[in-house]
């Protein structure tokens, strides 16, 4: 009797520890509804900013702002490039704004892809060196909302078309050919050209991406200069990276139906017994062409061969 009893005991704790396990091994339809609804928001919140990071660069990071209309979501965006506005508390580690404290947004307005914002005088109240990276960050900020394609930038009404300190001339819309970070090497007054490259570098082990617009008297096709030098893998006297090999080269670049095809040399791949290409990589490249080409897709080819495609 003793020994039944007790057998009947273990059986009904192994089929209670089974049901738990089972339980916890499939979960209701409901767990996972509410964990996907969790990550879905989340993404969605998630916005390009351009802060200055502890080189003293433009850096592209991100921030979270919760807001569907686009003039609402370029004047969270901006205010968060202001020193000592709210959203700074939200900025990631090792990142700030660029735009002086106490620097007002006094109107925006958005339309036909042009995003107009309006700013206090106090908007030019900073150094020489740092106009026109002010006029950078707004620039490249407000356009990397998708629907934003161009940017006009107003002083108490006023177009602003001169910095004072730097004596910079502005166009009076601007777009992401103002460029960025800019590096200049030009020989003459001709054929000046303007090539974005984005570079890797690091905060606390934490990658994120440096743009820098090499102006220069080159004029080859900007893919070609963007390539060559991805490649090099270090800009002259900083810590900027690449992860492109030394020598990967690219053979071909067309434009066929909006979209950017670049055929390369097997030196593309990160490892050649898989003939796999860096994440890395292909969004140093992607990002690089979005900046300098109109274009819808790029495709990636190693002896007219397709082996990625970003759209």
Do not use: H, W
Not at 146 to 171: A, M, Q, R, W
Not at 234 to 255: E, F, G, P
Not at 263 to 286: G, L
């Amino acid at each position: 009797m003793i020994k039944r009893m007790s057998l009947k005991k273990i059986a009904i704790c192994i089929s209670a520890i089974s049901a738990i396990f089972l339980f916890y091994l499939f979960p209701t339809n409901n767990k996972l509804k509410v964990k996907e609804e969790l990550e879905y928001v989340s993404d969605e919140k998630l916005s390009t900013i351009f802060l200055n990071d502890s080189n003293n660069y433009l850096a592209m990071t991100s921030i979270n702002i919760d807001d569907e209309s686009i003039t609402s979501k370029g004047r969270k965006l901006i205010t968060a490039l202001i020193q000592g506005e709210k959203y700074e508390d939200n900025l990631p580690n090792g990142f700030k704004g660029v735009i002086p404290a106490d620097t007002k947004i006094l109107n925006t307005y958005f339309k036909d892809g042009v995003f107009k914002i309006d700013f206090s005088e106090t908007l030019l109240d900073t150094s020489k060196e740092n106009e026109e990276k002010v006029i950078e960050a707004i620039v490249y900020t407000l356009t990397s909302i998708d629907e934003v394609k161009f940017v006009i930038i107003y002083l108490n009404g006023e177009i602003l078309t001169l910095l004072p300190k730097s004596n910079i001339t502005l166009p009076a819309t601007l777009d992401r050919s103002f460029g960025i970070n800019k590096e200049y090497d030009i020989t003459n007054n001709k054929d000046i050209t303007k090539t974005t490259i984005y570079y890797i570098n690091k905060y606390n082990d934490i990658e994120y991406y440096v743009p820098v617009t090499k102006v220069n008297n080159d004029t080859r096709e900007k893919a070609e200069i963007i390539i060559e030098e991805l490649s090099i893998n270090r800009t002259y006297n900083t810590n900027l990276m690449s992860y492109l090999n030394t020598n990967a080269k690219v053979i071909a670049v067309n434009k066929k139906n909006n979209d950017m095809i670049l055929d390369f040399n097997n030196y593309i791949y990160s490892d050649s017994t898989d003939n796999e290409v860096s994440d890395e990589v292909i969004k140093q490249v992607c990002l690089s062409i979005k900046d300098n080409y109109d274009i819808n897709s790029i495709i990636f080819t190693v002896n007219n061969k397709e082996i990625y495609k970003s759209t």
